[in-house]
């Protein structure tokens, strides 16, 4: 033990001595220049296409992102040309097809431009020279070994072939390699030899053409054009910003921490004297060292074209917010992705391990990715705009009651978007959104509704300290002379609420930080299109034989929807146990493990829904269910494994240590005639503790070969999992952080909670 004690010692001091990693802002004659003039320089969208290629192969490639036909070989090799000669020009050596498969993060391989001519004659080869080459076929897509990926049975090792494909909505962007060079990353969707999506980003791009498609159906209805003419509105798409929740921890720190590295997590650790109950960590001064790194990913993503925009301290300590502008979804998704690589990285270099992890520590507040989702139009009006009087604004209301239905419908199948081993640990713990999943609107759209419902008007928000009125809220008066005037919102915010209206977007809480945005906004983009579909329906069979429906018709579709979703309407305080019991009564899911979350998926009700949108096929859904079910399990495997070789290897003998030296200390202690009182106490206490935890230890290895046994069914070995290792972890974990309490502070081998927590 003494040998890893002093590995912590050691790194607790290089922790303290080392400095901060400079990395010199961009600058021009010597001046720093502005983020705007080296924003999306790394990256090769549609403005570096339109210049790389003649106006008419410009046409055609635009008419192949919008639909209309297939990318032809002139235009695609046009394409691959432009993208390579600008690569190469900024040290590119490599390309690659970035997609996300169903492991939680991304994928790549790397293939180099370098390519080989051979000139034959009469003779045979004549000449073998090397060229740098990149081709269309190259660009549109690639051929990765599928069988090596998730698959969830759709695919064998036998049968190996799958594609990638070159998203077009992406841009291409060039990132650092090693040795000054670069690679270009080639953003993609990856399915299956048949065609099945093999990963996140497919699905997800299906949803958006979905809720597009019945957007347009309903404005079309409600904003009828002239005989003859296109359409008010011609497109629609979701539109998402993702603030992502991390942790930043001493790098030499965590390589001790075995829990840490292999499950992203403490398994065992008591909670420090000191941790986030002085609540003067969030919006706190931000350390040197991780203010360094913050900035230093800002520039890296800046020039990937990723609008951050904000940075500050969570509540919980070394726990950290980054959030960008709102961007489509699609493109959030993948911005998202980026920001976390690149932030891993840059933390990296900056001597820092990012902790990406929901609940990495035990006792303070986990991490989540803040969804913030809405819909827009092609000419920027957003449909979740309430205006300064939503109660007249009938698209308004009805794109709201569009989404309270999805959820009202489908709450379970949004429950299980954002299951995981992981998000488990944080969800309903007084810090995160509960199971169960409502929608809060805030009371003034709360008294919109009630008040179109029951045909009264609207009350009066108006209260004594209101000096003007604003669009989309109020001003208040601060009653400090030398300060301004403050708007005030016309809804609070509700933290506890797993799904909230937030002005003119609903912010979905409840996203766990480590997983993508991809499937859980696929899931709300399908259920939110369903009823848009049912909602224009509505309008159509109330106008009658009308060709529009009329404000009545419109009023009545409203009031019918208002009543019908006014059970997941929810105010109050989510983390109460008065809410769960008054969300039974309104029949509400309350899914509290993970298998139970993931079986939504085949419920009938969702699953139908999904395959009639087209956004899954059955075997899709069977296959998602497979991989999360089989993920869930294995997860809590490598948990319990990796705990149970730590209380055997590292805290048992650390413990043993401990005790052989108070045993010594007392015989030495007798031999002079000293009293061994208070060594003697602390022996009596601790040698409880040692023997309860070899029962734990024991009690762990049944738990871990009863879950084992069941490896021939995911579902049945999920299940088994949540059963008997969740529980079995647990009583293990509290003997040993006891242990951790009274051993000697010489004797303990791993970095404590006090130690990583605060530097």
């Not at 090397?130 to 897509?141: M, R």
């Not at 959820?407 to 998000?423: D, E, F, K, T, Y």
Request: aromatic share 8%.
């Amino acid at each position: 033990m003494a040998n890893a004690n002093q590995a912590r010692k050691d790194a607790i001091r290089d922790n303290v001595l080392r400095p901060s990693r400079e990395v010199p802002y961009p600058t021009k004659d010597g001046k720093p220049i502005y983020t705007s003039e080296f924003f999306g320089e790394n990256v090769f969208g549609q403005a570096q296409i339109a210049k790389a290629l003649p106006k008419p192969a410009y046409a055609q490639f635009l008419r192949q992102m919008r639909g209309g036909r297939a990318l032809d070989k002139n235009t695609a090799d046009a394409i691959a040309h432009a993208v390579r000669i600008w690569a190469m020009d900024k040290g590119a050596t490599h390309f690659t097809h970035w997609f996300q498969p169903q492991t939680g993060t991304t994928a790549e391989k790397h293939d180099a431009f370098l390519t080989m001519k051979i000139t034959h004659g009469p003779a045979g080869i004549e000449e073998t020279r090397a060229i740098d080459a990149f081709s269309g076929s190259q660009l549109l897509q690639a051929e990765p070994d599928a069988s090596s990926f998730p698959s969830g049975g759709m695919r064998t090792t036998f049968e190996a072939r799958g594609y990638t494909v070159w998203d077009t909505a992406s841009p291409m962007f060039i990132q650092r390699g090693p040795h000054h060079t670069c690679v270009l990353y080639i953003p993609s969707i990856f399915i299956s030899y048949n065609g099945d999506a093999l990963d996140e980003k497919t699905v997800l791009l299906r949803s958006t053409e979905q809720i597009s498609k019945a957007a347009l159906e309903v404005l079309a209805l409600l904003e009828p054009a002239p005989v003859g003419a296109p359409p008010v509105t011609s497109t629609v798409y979701t539109t998402l910003g993702t603030e992502q929740e991390y942790f930043l921890v001493d790098r030499a720190l965590y390589v001790l921490r075995p829990d840490l590295k292999i499950t992203g997590r403490t398994l065992v650790g008591a909670l420090p004297a000191k941790h986030q109950q002085m609540e003067d960590h969030y919006f706190g001064h931000i350390p040197s060292r991780v203010l360094a790194t913050m900035s230093e990913t800002e520039l890296e993503l800046y020039k990937l074209g990723v609008p951050v925009k904000t940075r500050h301290n969570e509540v919980a300590p070394q726990q950290f917010e980054l959030a960008p502008i709102f961007e489509e979804t699609s493109l959030a998704v993948d911005h998202n992705l980026l920001t976390m690589d690149i932030l891993s990285k840059t933390a990296h270099r900056n001597n820092l391990k990012v902790l990406f992890h929901e609940k990495p520590f035990k006792g303070v507040n986990g991490s989540g990715k803040h969804c913030n989702w809405s819909l827009s139009t092609g000419s920027g009006e957003n449909l979740l705009e309430p205006t300064i009087k939503p109660e007249t604004n009938y698209r308004f209301l009805l794109f709201l009651l569009a989404t309270l239905d999805a959820v009202q419908r489908h709450g379970g199948l949004i429950r299980a978007g954002i299951a995981s081993a992981s998000n488990e640990h944080r969800l309903g713990a007084n810090e995160a959104p509960p199971a169960i999943i409502s929608v809060f609107l805030g009371e003034h759209l709360t008294e919109v509704l009630n008040s179109i419902e029951e045909s009264r008007p609207i009350k009066s928000f108006s209260v004594p300290n209101i000096q003007m009125i604003k669009l989309g809220g109020t001003a208040l008066d601060v009653m400090v002379s030398t300060l301004p005037e403050i708007s005030r919102d016309l809804t609070d915010r509700n933290r506890t609420s797993p799904f909230a209206f937030t002005g003119n977007k609903f912010e979905f809480r409840a996203v766990g930080s480590k997983q993508s945005p991809s499937f859980p906004m696929t899931l709300l983009n399908a259920a939110v299109a369903a009823s848009l579909v049912d909602i224009a329906e509505a309008l159509k069979q109330a106008a009658g034989d009308r060709p529009y429906p009329t404000d009545a018709d419109k009023l009545k579709v409203i009031r019918q929807y208002i009543a019908s979703t006014k059970s997941v309407r929810f105010e109050g305080d989510n983390y109460s146990e008065a809410w769960r019991q008054e969300a039974a009564k309104r029949g509400l899911l309350n899914i509290t493990s993970c298998p139970d979350a993931f079986d939504q998926i085949v419920e009938e009700k969702n699953s139908a829904m999904l395959c009639k949108l087209g956004v899954f096929s059955r075997s899709e859904l069977q296959s998602r269910h497979y991989i999360l079910m089989e993920r869930y399990a294995k997860d809590l495997l490598l948990e319990a494994n990796t705990l149970r070789m730590i209380l055997a290897q590292q805290i048992l003998p650390a413990a043993y240590e401990y005790r052989a030296m108070l045993v010594t200390s007392c015989a030495q202690q007798r031999q002079i005639g000293i009293t061994t009182g208070p060594e003697l106490k602390t022996l009596n206490l601790t040698t409880p503790l040692v023997e309860k935890l070899l029962e734990q230890i024991d009690n762990l290895d049944d738990a871990i070969n009863k879950a084992e046994s069941e490896t021939h069914d995911p579902s049945k070995e999920a299940r088994a999992a949540a059963k008997y290792l969740l529980p079995a972890m647990e009583s293990a974990r509290d003997v040993a952080d006891d242990l951790e309490t009274m051993i000697a502070d010489k004797c303990y081998p791993l970095p404590k909670m006090s130690e990583i927590l605060w530097f």
